[in-house]
């Protein structure tokens, strides 16, 4: 809740606020009430018109995104993924999957690890698949109306000269494929307005008071009274006592401008970098459940960055060529009328992944190794034990 503003409430409402001090009534405000809510520019339709940045913000979130002119769409150029690259598929062997097994059920504070050690196998099989990712980092262009307190600086208005547009303000790009935000000042934008909150009067009214300079008193509650008939001792039987938010003015400084009554208003242009993901894993039907290739790493085996890529055409999956045919043509689509694609990045990793089918005291059960790093997933493990916390 804002500070001094009222709870809005029919049974406490205007609760500690003073509208009517007996003997001394409140006399109405020659402030206005100002704004609550926080807006950190004046109104839309108080602001001046500046071509290119048409939707700008006005406190409410940012403005709409300004779209790129067409020269700064990037060429693909000539430069095609190789089309003979040797495609080399690793497996893990029956007894590093056998180590590894021993090892996942080691670390389980409730599994015996005799299945791991008198195990026999029935099937080992490989379901190497494939991660294909597709990285777009991308810059956006967006606009804010900004106002701070005027205090008699030079303006920097359109008598210098025409506002730039948003796309030719130079603005110096971070490190690739990594998030990040920075706003800039628009020149010659700037103008003096007078304060919208207080009305260029530089004060505005006491929310906590109602403008009356007393509040009811937080001791006995207004009533004048302690407990039975005695006097209320904080108050001295008033009932109020003077508002300490405008130290019993009725009204305070406002803040908007910082008391001066004009503000100094500008186009602020907000530039964002990002890193737009297209991630696909193909699945190979082998009952391991999809989610958790996410918690793994793979073997990079083909990566291919440029201005533009080229889909992938001769991959050995045509899964995976379909998927960076969609990923590339996703993300023109996307992102081509709000932003400037800087840079694109395609990878395809092989991610290990071997089901083993095993039997332990005649009954058949299975488990999965998958990922650089071993990790291990079943369901089904044979030789768990119920604990219990002492």
């Known amino acids: 809740m804002a500070e001094g503003q ?5 049974a406490i409402s205007n609760y500690g606020a003073v509208e009517n001090i007996s003997g001394n009534p409140a006399v109405p405000s ?13 109104p839309s339709n108080l602001m001046d018109n500046i071509s290119g940045y048409e939707g700008a913000s006005t406190g409410d979130g940012e403005g709409k995104f300004l779209p790129p002119p067409a020269n700064l769409f990037p060429d693909p150029g000539d430069h095609l993924p190789p089309s003979n690259q040797q495609w080399i598929i690793p497996s893990i062997s029956e007894d590093m999957a056998k180590e590894t097994f021993k090892k996942y059920a080691s670390r389980k504070c409730c599994y015996s690890t005799a299945p791991t050690n008198e195990m026999i196998f029935r099937d080992f099989r490989p379901f190497n698949t494939y991660r294909y990712c597709l990285e777009t980092f991308t810059e956006s262009r967006s606009s804010e109306w900004v106002s701070v307190p005027y205090r008699g600086e030079v303006v920097d208005s359109n008598a210098f000269g ?19 935000k920075t706003k800039v000042k628009v020149p010659h934008t700037s103008s003096v307005k007078p304060c919208y909150q207080c009305l260029a009067l530089g004060r505005i009214r006491c929310h906590k008071c109602n ?26 039987g008033f009932g109020t006592e003077k508002c300490m938010q405008c130290a019993g003015t009725g ?12 503000l100094l208003c500008y186009l602020q242009l907000i530039v964002k970098w990002k890193t737009n993901k297209f991630v696909f894993v193909v699945d190979q039907q082998s009952g391991f459940p999809m989610d958790f290739f996410q918690k793994v790493t793979g073997k990079i085996i083909f990566t291919d960055e440029q201005s533009m890529v080229h889909p992938l055409v001769t991959f050995p999956d ?30 395809v990793e092989l991610i290990p992944l071997t089901k083993v089918d095993y039997e332990w005291k005649g009954m058949q059960y299975t488990f999965f190794v998958y990922g650089e790093e071993n990790s291990v997933y079943t369901d089904d493990y044979p030789a768990k034990c119920c604990c219990s916390v002492m």
């Open 318 to 347: 045509p899964a995976i060529n379909q998927a960076s045919q969609n990923a590339v043509q996703r993300h023109i689509t996307q992102f081509a009328s709000t932003a400037c694609i800087l840079r694109q990045r395609q990878t």
């Open 251 to 262: 009204h305070r400084n406002c803040d908007q401008c910082g008391a001066n009554g004009q």
């Open 6 to 10: 009222q709870i809005r409430d029919s």
């Open 211 to 236: 403008a009356a300079g007393r509040v009811q008193c937080w001791v006995c509650e207004g009533r004048g009274k302690q407990f039975s008939d005695s006097q209320c001792s904080h108050c001295h």
């Open 162 to 180: 025409p506002a730039p547009f948003p796309w030719d303000i130079r603005v110096s790009v971070p490190a690739l494929f990594q998030d990040s």
């Open 30 to 42: 020659p402030y206005p009430p100002g704004d609550q809510g926080g807006a950190t520019a004046p």
